[in-house]
């Protein structure tokens, strides 16, 4: 009886491991590997955190009524701070923010279009105008942008040079230097306005 058993589960050991387990090739930013048909994978629209979610909802709504909240919920975006980064959003909420007339958002898109963004390329026409606007209501970041870009676009390689060099430092300069006006406590956003 014993050997019988033992045939049988030889026998059926052999057989699973003979049958090829189905897998499908997932392909993604770290590579490819074949994984097994019953693997799940992360799914964006699953529940997260649900107090970042009210937060970002309630910063949302405070930035339809205030183009300040505006301008800080695309800083948010263009670093991920909060949000899933995304220079898309962050250059659509920058641009409304300046639109209704926020100044520090006006010198923030110029800056986005004269230097572009990975996605997208410099747009020295878009940037002028928005830095114009920024240094004719006094930004002193504005009128210096404005003369640098002024200056380099005389020579279409010095411009680009300058572009280049440029971006390094920009991008550590959203990072770390532009300050929110909107922070968060136990009872919801409130505006800082000793910035």
């Known amino acids: ?30 590579g490819c590997s074949d994984r097994p048909r019953s693997t799940t994978t992360f799914d ?17 709504a405070k930035a339809e009524k205030d183009p300040r909240a505006a301008y800080d919920l695309g800083l948010r975006y263009f670093r991920g701070d909060g949000v899933r980064q995304d220079s898309y959003q962050a250059l659509q909420s920058m641009r409304d923010a300046a639109e209704r007339g926020d100044l520090k ?11 572009g963004l990975e996605e997208m390329g410099s747009d020295p026409a878009e940037a ?33 040079r300058w572009v280049d060099t440029q971006r390094v430092y920009l991008r550590e300069y959203w990072q770390s230097r532009y300050t929110y006006r909107w922070y968060w406590n136990n009872s919801g956003w409130y505006y800082r306005d000793d910035y």
């Open 128 to 160: 002028e105008k928005w830095l114009s606007i920024a240094a004719g209501r006094g930004d002193k970041e504005a009128k210096k942008l404005l003369a640098q870009a002024s200056t380099a676009k005389k020579n279409e390689v010095a411009y680009r």
């Open 44 to 60: 964006p629209n699953a529940g997260g955190d649900p107090e970042a979610e009210r937060r970002l909802a309630a910063l949302k």
């Open 105 to 115: 958002a006006q010198t923030a898109v110029g800056k986005l279009y004269l230097m």
């Open 1 to 30: 009886m014993r050997l019988i058993l033992l045939f049988s589960f030889l026998c059926a050991s052999v057989f699973a491991q003979a049958e090829p387990e189905r897998t499908i090739r997932i392909c993604d930013d770290t």
